[in-house]
């Protein structure tokens, strides 16, 4: 019996790197075995090579000629490069989902809202796909394809940088309240406020981390 079940085995191999890189069970600049990782997952390396390279593309591997892959460092760079395309797409486009939400979208972002408010009370792994799907949600009404893609790839590569973020407990309970705020002012229509919250909340998670960077 193998851990993982052979349907889309490379995306099911990827869903288990990618929570144990965003929770930090590995480590920034660690190198991934991949005949330890086959192994371990009762595979051959054939499906893990495939799931390495998905995670590349997601940045969060690396790979280095003749070296192998290893899990892509965090930086202050980074983290400010993706908040600062976030910052420049995302309120913008929750202001159009906002105008085009209906009841079924509202229930379906509350829904992803408690997951989340769950994700973070636990700390679980999971915390970062679940921010994901709940700022998606507030996304997905308005219906534009190609901008739900590139957020999405935005939110993947923050993953780790949300992970870290939530470290400090402290923050938990802000976290919440300004995911509360946001979805208040979408659900009822507010597209403006809907939209200077969205971007209040992530210039504020990009000062958090500035300066746990600066810190370390």
Known sequence: ??????????ERIADVMRSRIIAGSLAPDMS??????AAELGVSKIP????????????????????GFFVAPLSAEDAYDVFALRLKIEPDAVAYG????GPEDRAATRRA????????????ENIGACNRAFHLSLIRPGRRRVTLQVVERLHLLA???????LESSSRNARAEAEHEALFESWSRGDASAAAARTAAH??????????QFNAG
């Open 32 to 37: 991934i075995r991949q005949d330890l990782l």
């Open 113 to 124: 809202l408690d997951a989340l408010n769950g994700a973070i009370a636990g700390h679980t």
């Open 159 to 165: 993953e780790r940088y949300i992970f870290k973020h």
């Open 202 to 211: 992530i210039e504020a998670t990009l000062a958090d981390l500035t300066e």
């Open 98 to 101: 906002c105008e085009r939400a």
């Open 48 to 67: 893990v090579r495939e799931a390495l390279a998905r995670l590349e593309q997601d940045g969060l591997i690396v790979s280095q000629t003749n070296r």
């Open 1 to 10: 019996m193998t851990l993982l079940e052979k349907k889309a085995l490379p």
